[in-house]
């Protein structure tokens, strides 16, 4: 409060004298910039790594416009996991003012809060324009804010992957129960939704991955789709790609602000930030828009095997996904955003499945029509003898007694 007090103060002493650089110009026409605002410096703290140029990047780009926009006068350092913060921590350090902002996941946080799995992503939930539309105008940022209220921490939009895939394993999945017994790095909800259909599930950041999925430590990962998967090497640690990323239909990244720490920020500060997170928003969806296609088809070229979740894995993960969310709704805060999302949902889905999923649809089959894909889809005549034996197997039959894992 003092604090605020004195930068206000400060900020109408030095307005009184109006001093402004490019006055001196002979021609006068020299653009008039203020200064009168403080020297600002803040610090970063990103859940990703540094060589991830679609995530990381996105807050070094919301960075450099934010110093733009107040011709160098507020500046935000941005530093990658680990280096000056771990990266699960991100939303502890903004919280204590460690650091004043963050880049991370609501989701790598749901130990402390279920309902913060919304501000990322839910499995089988909305898509990132979905997502958006949510968060921008339907009541859904006010929704989420008060979650992080809790936390002393402002949660804006930072960024969305678009839908998943659904990561790299190094066996068949088959059926169900090839799911048992498998050790899987995957985070958030979908963790837990696997860890009910008997995966061994792991929490592992971004950076890390590669080396655990190549000693063998894991025997699948999923990250976000190719460009990035490509760039940490999956492709070279395991053989089947396996989609769609259910757990992720469009994962949505954040910048945390410690609540304070914005509300002594000079108001033109606080917009020039505002708009920054925004465009940084816009910008990691476009990027991987533009990187993954691409990115798509050299592993289409290569000799991975692309295969898609078969129908009784689909639908169990649905089950367990609806079960998890409705026991989540003993908590009142849970329950208040869940029916938020489930409404927007609703309407939603009937909205874009009518209008583009029958375009897109068709438009798919016509792609396939002409050889384009190369899927290497589970047959139903595949299916495993032991599979077809076990024709008593109900979908209820993947509860363990185990408990949650964290
Ligand atoms: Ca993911």
């Given amino acids: 409060m003092e604090r605020r007090k004195f930068i206000r103060s400060a900020a109408l002493g030095t307005a009184a004298g109006a001093v402004l650089t490019g006055c001196g110009s002979q021609s006068g026409d020299a653009p008039a910039v203020q200064t009168d605002t403080p020297m600002l410096r803040w610090r970063l703290a990103s859940s990703f790594a540094r060589s991830l140029d679609t995530i990381y990047r996105a807050a070094e780009v919301m960075s450099e416009r934010v110093s733009q926009l107040t011709n160098g006068r507020f500046t935000i350092r941005v530093y990658p996991a680990g280096e000056m913060v771990p990266a699960f921590e991100v939303l502890e350090s903004v919280q204590k003012g460690t650091v004043q902002m963050g880049h991370s996941a ?34 859904g940022l006010e929704i989420l804010r008060e979650l992080f209220a809790d936390y002393g921490v402002l949660n804006y939009p930072g960024g969305n992957t678009g839908a998943q895939m659904g990561g790299w ?93 914005m509300q002594e920020l000079p108001s033109s500060y606080q917009a020039a930030l505002e708009v920054a997170m925004a465009e940084a928003n816009q910008y990691m969806l476009a990027k991987y828009d533009a990187l993954n296609p691409p990115a798509f088809q050299r592993i289409l070229e290569s000799n991975i095997e692309l295969r898609v979740f078969p129908k009784d894995v689909m639908d169990a993960a649905y089950s367990a996904s609806e079960e998890l969310l409705q026991e989540g709704r003993t908590d009142p ?74």
């Fill in 333 to 406: 805060g849970f329950a208040q955003v869940h029916d938020s999302f489930l409404a927007w949902r609703r309407d939603s889905d009937d909205w874009i499945h009518t209008a583009e999923y029958a375009l897109f649809s068709y438009m798919h089959e016509r792609t396939q029509a002409r050889g384009r894909l190369r899927h290497s889809e589970c047959p139903k005549n595949q299916v495993r003898e032991k599979d077809q034996e076990d024709q008593t197997y109900d979908l209820n039959s993947y509860k363990r007694d185990d408990s949650p894992i964290d």
């Fill in 106 to 139: 609501g989701y790598y946080y749901i130990g402390k809060n279920l309902a913060f799995v919304f501000e990322t992503t839910v499995p089988f939930g909305l898509n990132a324009r979905q997502f958006n539309s949510w968060v921008y105008e339907g009541g």
């Fill in 169 to 261: 394993f190094n066996r068949e999945i088959n059926s169900l129960l090839d799911l048992r017994g498998l050790s899987m790095r995957i985070p958030g909800l979908g963790g837990r939704v696997m860890d009910r259909l008997g995966v061994t599930v792991q929490q592992i950041p971004g950076g890390e991955i590669y080396p655990a999925l190549e000693r063998g430590a894991i025997d699948a990962a999923e990250w976000v789709g190719p460009y990035d998967d490509e760039k940490l090497g999956f492709n070279q640690v395991a053989n089947y790609y396996y989609y769609p990323g259910w757990w992720e239909p469009g994962a949505n990244l954040s910048f945390f602000v410690n609540q304070q720490a």
